[in-house]
């Protein structure tokens, strides 16, 4: 049988504790059924009767600085101040799909490259941000492939379609449209992939991250 086939190493873990919230790194973590321990384990839902998200998350592309604060009470005010109300959850994970979410470092170059611009991963907030030891295949061609990283392993579900949010600059929250029109124009609106998890697992930064035996990425 084919020796699993290395694909790159882990260069940045994160999660969100709240959802569109700002991000927390991670030097080690144990990735299981639920995907990261604490990762979007709060949410925040409108509770304005008249807004057209009432009774649903509060997400990024409703406020372009959500993701520049880290605390539910910040996020709160920032939402009090165009007249919409807040209300925190804490039972969550609340995920859009699935509760695992990874970048390779060679799709973003693609975007990089049409630009002429540098963009900081976490624009796509991903849980795991991969630097590649070479080709990586796109992310309609890795469905259904099977991730070794660190002691776990990933099933890749989908791919992410990407809505307004990574239009807006991490630090600054700027709104940056020609970002948007990149991902669209250049990949077909798409930007990492979901994943679900087959076998629970501590990973950490600089594991290795490999393709499956008999499969390659």
């Known amino acids: ?44 839902f409108v509770a304005s009767p008249d807004h ?3 009774g649903k998350t509060f997400r990024g592309k409703e406020h372009h600085l959500l993701h520049t604060v880290a605390e539910p009470e910040a996020a709160i005010s920032l939402a009090a101040l165009d007249g919409v109300r807040l209300e925190e959850r804490t039972d969550g994970p609340f995920f859009d799909s699935r509760p695992v979410s990874l970048i390779f470092d060679r799709w973003l170059a693609e975007l990089e490259t049409v630009l002429g611009m540098q963009l900081d991963p976490l624009r796509f907030r991903p849980n795991i941000f991969v630097r590649a030891a070479g080709a990586v295949a796109n992310e309609r061609d890795l469905v259904g492939k099977t991730l070794r990283v660190g002691e776990a392993e990933l099933r890749v579900a989908e791919p992410i379609e990407r809505c307004v949010t990574p239009s807006y600059d991490v630090q600054s929250g700027e709104r ?33 991250i490999l393709s499956a035996r008999g499969e390659r990425a």
């Not at 029109?181 to 930064?205: F, H, K, P, Q, S």
């Open 1 to 44: 049988m084919e020796p699993a086939h290395p694909l790159g190493i882990v260069a940045a873990l994160w999660r969100y504790p709240t959802k569109s919230l700002r991000f927390e790194a991670l030097e080690r973590t144990e990735i299981g059924e639920r995907g990261l321990p604490g990762d979007r384990s709060g949410a925040l």
């Open 52 to 54: 057209a998200r009432s």
């Open 176 to 208: 940056q449209p020609q970002v948007q029109r990149a991902v669209v124009g250049t990949r077909n609106n798409v930007m990492g992939i979901y994943c679900t998890v087959e076998r629970a697992g501590t990973v950490a930064l600089g594991d290795e």
